[in-house]
């Protein structure tokens, strides 16, 4: 029974991300966190995101800046090293907060109003930074979104060049738990398995509907239920914490 609830979280979580291009990452995340130990449920929601991610840059293939991408992943594998050989360090407890929090920051509606096209070298410095704090909190979206929403590209461009940056970024991920916090993938094999099925087929059944779907009310019920999750996860951390 709760390999099929997984199933059906992570599919929806996956099409809400590939429909909306919203909140996804994060609500699988969250709904890993209902299942498995943060010292799990990070590295597994790596598998989810490099999945989706990798099709989704795919389709959009000739859009990708390859640029503004390169310069992005140049720090990605050193900082998640750097993270993945602390991540052991810290209480998962601390972690479920951590996340819980993130999930709440995340549904703000921060919004830049500049104009200003960022540089190269301001990628090369986030995708440092968003490959250090992913190791400990999963999903860095709302951090990376406004610097991608502000390059000079169509929305399939910016859409398929954020999915390229991110899949990059799940896979230094997933060989920094491999090799620097000794996660051994092969236990988790038959986990990642559905997770990535679960992930394709969200990304496959939001194709067809991509256009038939009100954004707004979507995300309003996203919004619903990202917030009661976390509100579960913070609980959970902080009655940990206490005990």
């Given amino acids: ?18 429909l909306t291009g919203l909140a996804g990452g994060t609500l699988i995340l969250a709904g890993l966190l ?11 929601h790596s598998f989810t995101q490099l999945s989706s991610n990798a099709l989704r840059s795919g389709l959009f293939f000739k859009h990708v800046d390859w640029k503004t991408v390169f310069f992005y992943f140049l720090l990605m594998i050193p900082a998640t090293w750097l993270g993945a050989t602390l991540f052991h360090l810290i209480n998962p407890s601390w972690l479920k907060i951590l996340v819980g929090l993130l999930i709440l920051i995340s549904l703000v509606p921060w919004k830049i ?9 301001i990628f090369f ?17 709302p951090l990376v979104t406004p610097f991608f929403n502000r390059l000079n590209l169509s929305r399939q461009g910016m859409l ?5 940056g991110q899949a990059l970024l799940q896979l230094s991920k997933i060989f920094a738990f491999w090799g620097a916090a000794d996660v051994n993938f092969d236990l988790l094999k038959e986990n990642i398995l559905l997770l990535v099925l679960a992930t394709l087929l969200g990304v496959a059944l939001s194709i067809p509907i991509s256009r038939k779907i009100s954004d707004q009310r979507f995300n309003l019920m996203v919004n ?3 917030v ?16």
């Fill in 228 to 243: 009661m999750i976390s509100l579960k996860v913070l609980a959970e951390g902080i009655l940990e914490l206490l005990k």
């Fill in 160 to 164: 398929s060049t954020k999915s390229a």
């Fill in 113 to 121: 109003k500049t104009q200003t096209i960022p540089s190269s070298w």
């Fill in 1 to 18: 029974m709760e390999s099929i609830l997984l199933f059906i979280l992570v599919t929806l979580g996956s099409f809400i991300s590939s």
């Fill in 125 to 141: 410095c986030l995708g440092g930074i968003s490959g250090f704090l992913s190791v400990f909190v999963g999903a860095v979206g």
């Fill in 34 to 44: 209902l299942f498995f130990s943060p010292s799990i449920a990070l590295p597994l």
């Fill in 224 to 226: 619903t239920l990202l």
